[in-house]
Nanobody, 129 residues
């Protein structure tokens, strides 16, 4: 049974940092592209960052480039998202997701929620001004 479990969310002030983690189990983690998505109330779920199976290729949404960093540890079956210089508009539920393959996907494909097969339950990030 595939499981993705996010952790690390919380409440911080603008300018602060958080590190999100996503523990994966029940499938061959190293064969899947991984991504972070977020959804604010009343808005669609949007792609934040994506990383290739081996970690050598990453993509970011324009709104987080230079502030967020995605990484993965295939030995630990864990995905990470480092969030720095947080802004109130970053407030959302953050989800990790897994996509079968996706080794040579383009940036738009890698950040599209429709291309991901498995999803976690989410972790809340709240940024106050």
């Amino acid at each position: 049974q595939v499981q993705l479990v996010e952790s690390g969310g919380g409440s911080v002030q603008a300018g602060g940092s958080l590190r999100l983690s996503c523990a994966a189990s029940g499938y061959t983690y190293g064969s899947y592209r991984m991504g972070w998505f977020r959804q604010a109330p009343g808005k669609e779920r949007e792609g934040v960052a994506s990383i290739s199976t081996g970690g050598g290729s990453t993509y970011y949404a324009d709104s987080v480039t230079g502030r967020f960093t995605i990484s993965r540890d295939n030995a630990k079956n864990t995905l990470y998202l480092q969030l720095n210089m947080l802004k109130p508009e970053d407030t959302a539920m953050y989800y990790c997701a897994a996509a079968n393959g996706g080794t040579s996907w383009s940036r738009p494909a890698s950040l599209s929620r429709y291309n991901y097969n498995y999803w976690g339950q989410g972790t809340q990030v709240t940024v106050s001004s």
